[in-house]
């Protein structure tokens, strides 16, 4: 009988596969990409080289589902007296050594003005939720294509390998629900790990499947070794290195069981910490919950502390149709100390310059309308704002004309957006493709797509 | 300034004369606007007396609006002409901009100019949407045929460059490419070892085999053979007691006892439901909209019915395919047909479509999807490819593309008003099925166009009714042809509002052998395109469907790439067999099972999994099939056969669909998926596809995503999938069934032990005995599990640490693969 180190071998994997097996190893990987021999290119989550060097490791995407207006926090427009476009509603002011216009409703987050990049001349092509939900995840309404974060987990693997390398915290259930998260045709081992939907309470949502009560864990452990041992004989008969990738990820699964609930737990965070990200404080503004993001960007810390490549919370709802004023008071009080803490948090953990933050949502929002008490879609220019991840701070990029309407100057696309994120990361745009169907896809489909390069540091 | 508006023509009509007045009201407006634009701009009426009207028309109602509202961003005055897009010319509208021609006279509702002024797709003006009288006069001008007096200078100026028509492809020099080639017949060749070969695909094998100093393994065992076949042909395990029947058998005369097993699972219903989800993988069958609305679809669940009847009656590929493609315009003999062959064009109309809002292809997206589907399925052709440009790599121009384009714009795509539910999409009809007796009910509201103003109960923002039909009416998704079938034209760089020449319908140029069928202007050419695909002749179809079922059989494909033989995809490994296969298809009347009982009684397919270093070494992929490929349970094999080891699967064919009940929702908020699925013990086939909420106990296991065309599925090993096996409520609850089971078990004497449960729960599961080393670790896993829950009383305990042991047997590799 062949040893176990022979038979692996044999296998044409080796140890060294073993070791990097960390998350899980796939069979065959997509659709039709080609059987290799190779078996680190087999193994879909090993950590991969950048195409270049990265200036960022990860990237924590504030999704502000519904469409936050611009011209109410991060796009200055003063009082025009035009009937349509009258122009900010809520005072601004300079904030930081940069000077950029935050409006009062961030008065935490001006005080990191320094640390922002403001892309005031966003721009989407259409002003209806769903489509543009699912261009800003995707690039693509019309067909299923794997989320960004997809892409970032296909491109660069994992770096934990007890976790997901891409969660996605209380996703919305709307505007095209887990096709956001998805991985398409992607294998699925690059879809986000959904924790909790939009509205539920994320202090007890979880990874489904993670915990399980029916038996006690003694049990439990001598019930995997039980299993263990009967695959390891099953496989001493069979040299498989595909048998013994489900033997690895089996382990994994089970500290899984420990390691997520653990790093979900917070109650060993400090009462200031807990403090500073409102956990326990604000109420409930929009769909989401009373502290909901407080903790949510508590957890992206931690989940980024544990080496996870893409973390996705989010804050709904933004579409201030009626009752404009108070309800954009209401959510940014809610997400601004928040933020704000995650922030310092980071650079004071050393995490800032390799972590990149990207807010915003689908698009943005005329400004106030009296008459109403509302404010209408606005697809044509908004606002996204990036920190850390070696992007400029204290830089407002691009512009909208004197109302906020239109995007005017340095216009960015959604497809710009992604390719951005991936240049961080390492990641070429063009070069990180995926066959499929006979077909190379990336993640601009055929769209014009550039890198913001006068955005980076 | 002078030169704004030409003098008209005196009038003479009192009418006409007011007309003239009003006239100078607008230009005194339109001159004062004039003052700030930079250049001057001819306009010259040239009226004839059939449009004069019209021309009033259009210099009371529409020039003023123009002017006064659009032309500081889209005129020859303009500081840059915005989207490329001059709105002072009737050739600048007509040609229209960036996004495409703005008017299509006759047509307001195509016309992008329309569809902006109603904030439908761009929101023009900008500034505030126009009165409603003001766009009423817009739509009605268009409708009138946009009659325009404007010529103009200043259509130099914009610097769109009119979209090209791709150039085409050398289709002759694209047939030399090895799939494109006629279908050969060739002899099965000799081979060295004589002796080995059973069947005439042995002799193909072997001969590969042998050219690359390869040497098959030795057969598989029985057990092995008959678990095999049981997964291949049924997706289930076989009973112990069948296992011991046939080892038996099989020791005797291993032949006729495989024959008749063979046939026998062929037989069985349990056939249709294992190689009817093949075809349901390819046909991306889903049972709610998925995209961004969500929208059920409460019918789907008939195509999937139809799918399983068609594949257990062996129905003829070739007829198969017709049906599903033209069913519909069939001759039938009996309402039973009818409605079967209605519900097959399901196939055409359960894709997942985008939004209709603000999306002016959404039409060419329904039409994309099915062209995707058809061809892909069919052909492992990327035909989608062309819709935007001539296929870089393969032999399709454009022009094939939108040919085939127009069979699907000149037929309706029958969704039902789920479409209410998706973003705009207008609610359709859907077929009404033949009830006992011959009946076929009718709608109480037929649909109609009649456009209604604003959102009504029963009709969406389009105006267009929903169909209400009588309780109960069966109804199924489908196609139909429409009224007056056309040829379409080429949307340039794949836009609907550009449109460059029309294509007369047909079919793939590079793989139609011979002559066409010809499509008459009375129908759709669907009944065409489906007799042109199952032409014998047609170099694609029968060795894409060979290639689909060796696939299924050996777990990889001749062609490795199952869904592309086109330059991208693989080659053949054994070019010859395919074509044999391919001509043995087709000489057999396009019979799947008659394939598939070939290919499993060949030799080859009977060889063992067995590892070998040195064949390893040679051909690590096993390309020449020097082993069988050991393969993973996929997601509804492996759910069922938990649930038929349990002693829990209801092996009843399913009926409908938990979606029968709900009907035509959005699912989202509240509605979530998990709401929507019910615990089920019927067959994984018959579980609700949701498309973005699929059956959990599926997804983790790699089901096919059902909005794509999926002929190989993904293996992942992923953690989830561990967590699944230990903590999921499903496992959890069927390993506690299985304990049941097994202590509940009672042999003849009524003294069965421990270790005689366990033996039964090794045959259940692994269908072998298991090893005294095994028995020894499972019963001390028994003990200490029930010391480890000692606070439970007795039985309890038992219970659990039974339930604790069958979980682990599930999810061991050894049941959880095919040797």
Request: one cysteine or more.
């Amino acid at each position: 009988m062949l040893s176990r180190r022979s038979l692996l071998q044999s296998a044409s994997c080796g140890f060294g596969y073993l070791a990097l097996s960390g998350l899980c190893a796939s069979q065959a990987r997509g659709g039709e990409a080609k059987v290799s021999n190779n078996n680190a290119a087999n193994y879909p989550l090993a950590p991969k080289a950048p195409h270049f060097p990265a200036k960022a490791k990860r990237v924590i995407f504030m999704c502000m589902r519904g469409a936050p207006a611009h011209v109410d926090t991060f796009d200055y427009k003063p009082q025009t007296g035009d009937k349509e476009h009258p122009g900010s509603v809520f005072k601004f002011q300079q904030s930081g050594q940069s000077g950029l216009w935050i409006s009062e409703l961030f008065p935490e987050l001006s005080k990191q003005a320094d640390k922002l990049c403001l892309l005031n001349g966003m721009n989407a092509n259409v002003p209806n939720h769903p489509q543009a939900f699912l261009q800003m995840h995707t690039g693509e309404f019309r067909f299923p294509r794997p989320s960004v974060g997809s892409w970032v987990l296909y491109g660069l693997g994992s770096q934990n390998e007890n976790l997901p390398g891409f969660i996605t915290i209380n996703p919305e259930t709307r505007v095209g629900g887990a096709q956001n998260y998805a991985s398409a045709f992607l294998p699925p081992i690059y879809q986000g790990s959904a924790i909790g939907y939009v509205g539920a309470d994320i202090s007890k949502a979880t990874i489904n499947n993670v915990t399980g009560e029916h038996l006690p864990h003694g049990v439990k452990r001598s019930q995997l070794e039980l299993l263990q041992a009967m695959n390891r004989e099953h496989i001493a008969r069979r040299p498989d290195a595909n048998l013994e990738s489900v033997i690895e990820s089996m382990e994994l699964g089970f500290r899984m069981q420990s390691a997520v609930p653990d790093l979900m737990d917070i109650s060993g965070e400090s009462q200031a910490t807990l403090d500073a990200y409102n956990v326990g404080k604000s109420k409930a503004s929009g769909r989401s919950l009373n502290d909901d993001f407080g903790r949510q960007c508590l957890l992206a810390r931690r989940f980024a502390e544990a080496g996870v490549r893409f973390i996705e919370i989010c804050h709904s709802n933004w579409d201030q149709h009626g009752n404009h004023r108070k309800d954009l008071a209401a959510n940014c009080e809610a997400i601004d100390r928040p933020i704000s803490a995650l922030l310092a948090d980071l650079e004071q953990r050393g995490m800032l310059d390799e972590t990149l933050i990207v807010w915003g949502g689908e698009f943005g929002r005329t400004s106030l309308l009296t008459k109403d008490n509302g404010s209408n879609h606005n697809s044509a220019g908004f606002t996204f704002w990036l920190a850390g991840g070696g992007v400029k701070g204290g830089l407002a990029y691009g512009k909208t004309n004197e109302t906020g309407r239109i995007a005017v100057e340095n216009k960015v696309s959604f497809h710009d957006l992604h390719a951005t994120i991936l240049h961080q990361l390492g990641l070429d745009y063009e070069q990180l493709t995926y066959r499929f169907a006979g077909r190379d896809f990336r993640i601009n489909g055929t769209e014009p797509t550039r890198v913001v390069k006068e955005v980076l540091a | 300034m002078d030169q704004v508006v030409a003098e008209f023509p005196p009038e003479s009509s009192p009418m006409k004369l007011d007309l003239h007045r009003s006239r100078r009201g607008f230009l005194i407006l339109l001159t004062a606007l004039w003052a700030t634009a930079s250049q001057p701009m001819a306009i010259v009426a040239q009226e004839s007396k059939a449009n004069k009207q019209a021309i009033a028309f259009f210099e009371k109602h529409i020039r003023p609006v123009l002017v006064q509202h659009c032309y500081e961003c889209h005129s020859a005055g303009s500081k840059k002409i915005q989207g490329g897009l001059s709105l002072d010319t009737r050739e600048g509208l007509l040609r229209g901009g960036e996004s495409g021609p703005a008017l299509v006279p006759g047509k307001p509702q195509q016309s992008l100019l329309i569809q902006a002024l109603k904030y439908q797709s761009f929101e023009m003006p900008p500034k505030r949407q126009l009165p409603e009288a003001v766009i009423g006069d817009f739509v009605k001008w268009v409708q009138q045929g946009a009659t325009d007096p404007r010529v103009a200078s200043a259509v130099a100026k914009t610097e769109v460059p009119a979209p090209v028509e791709p150039p085409g492809i050398d289709v002759a020099a694209g047939k030399k490419f090895w799939s494109f080639q006629p279908i050969t017949n060739p002899a099965p060749p000799k081979t060295n070892n004589a002796d080995w070969p059973r069947t005439e695909i042995d002799r193909f094998v072997l001969a590969g085999l042998e050219q690359n100093k390869l040497a098959p393994k030795n057969d598989a065992d029985a057990r092995t053979l008959i678990r095999r076949l049981y997964f291949d042909l049924t997706g289930l395990p076989p009973s112990p007691e069948e296992v011991a029947e046939f080892s038996q058998a099989y020791a005797r005369s291993p032949r006729t006892t495989l024959e008749t097993l063979v046939d026998r699972l062929l037989a069985s219903p349990q056939f249709g439901e294992r190689w009817g989800r093949h075809w349901l993988d390819v046909a991306r069958y889903g049972e709610s909209n998925g995209n961004v609305r969500n929208a059920t679809f409460p019918h789907a669940w008939r195509y999937r019915d139809y799918v399983i009847a068609a594949v257990n009656a062996d129905k003829p590929y070739d007829r198969f395919l017709t049906e599903q493609i033209a069913g519909d315009l069939l001759p039938t003999e009996s309402p039973e047909e009818r409605n079967a062959n209605l519900v097959a064009t399901g196939f055409l109309a359960i894709g997942s479509k985008p939004n209709a809002q603000g999306n002016p292809n959404f039409q060419m997206d329904v039409v994309a999807d099915q062209i995707e589907t058809v061809t892909t399925a069919a052909m492992a052709l990327t035909v989608a490819c062309a819709r935007c440009h001539d296929h870089k790599y393969d032999p399709i121009p454009t022009r094939d593309y939108y040919a085939i384009a127009g069979i699907f714009t000149s037929s309706e795509t029958l969704y039902g008003a789920g479409g209410n539910n998706m973003g705009g999409a207008p609610p359709t009809d859907l077929h009404v099925l033949t009830i006992q007796g011959g009946q076929t009910p009718t709608p109480i509201v037929e649909t109609g166009e009649e456009p209604t103003k604003g959102k009504k109960k029963g009709g969406n923002a389009k105006g267009r009714a929903v169909p209400q039909y009588p309780a109960g009416t069966p109804l199924a998704m489908g196609v139909r042809d429409r009224a007056t079938p056309a040829d379409c034209k080429i949307n340039l760089k794949g836009e609907a509002r550009q449109l460059g020449a029309e294509v007369p319908r047909g079919f793939i140029q590079v793989c139609t052998p011979g002559k066409p069928p010809a499509i008459d202007s009375e129908h759709s050419g669907r009944l065409q395109l489906a007799q042109w695909l199952t032409d014998p002749a047609h170099p694609l179809t029968a060795r894409v469907m060979a290639n689909r079922v060796w696939h299924h059989l050996f777990g990889q494909g001749l062609v490795r790439t199952p869904d592309n033989f086109g330059l991208h995809g693989e080659r053949p490994t054994h070019p010859e067999l395919l074509d044999y296969l391919a001509t043995k298809f087709i000489a057999d009347g396009w019979s799947v099972k008659k394939l598939i009982r070939s290919i499993v009684l060949s030799r080859v397919y009977q060889i063992s999994s067995e590892f070998d270093a040195d064949s390893f070494q040679a051909d690590p992929e096993n390309l020449y099939h020097w082993r069988h490929n050991r393969r993973r349970l996929d997601a509804e094999s492996f759910r069922d056969s938990v649930l038929a080891v349990s002693g829990q699967l209801d092996y009843s064919p399913g009926t409908g669909s938990v979606l029968v009940k709900l009907g035509e929702v959005l699912i989202q908020d509240r509605l979530t998926p998990d709401k929507i699925h019910q615990s089920s013990n019927l067959r994984s086939i018959y579980l609700c596809i949701l498309r973005n909420g699929e059956p959990e106990e599926l997804t983790v296991f790699d089901l096919a995503d059902p909005s794509l065309v999926v002929g190989t599925r993904n293996v992942t090993t992923v953690p989830a999938q561990g967590l699944f096996l230990m903590n999921s409520p499903f496992m959890v609850q069927q390993g506690e069934r299985f304990a049941e089971r097994l202590l509940a078990a009672q042999n003849p004497q009524g003294d069965l032990t421990d270790a005689g449960r366990l033996g039964l729960a090794y045959q259940l599961t692994m269908q072998r005995e298991p090893t005294s080393a095994e028995l020894q670790r499972a019963e001390a896993f028994l003990q200490s599990a029930q010391s480890n829950l000692a606070t439970d009383a007795p039985e309890k305990r038992q219970l659990r640490a039974w339930s604790a042991l069958c979980q682990s047997l599930y999810s061991t590799n050894e049941f959880r693969h095919v040797d």
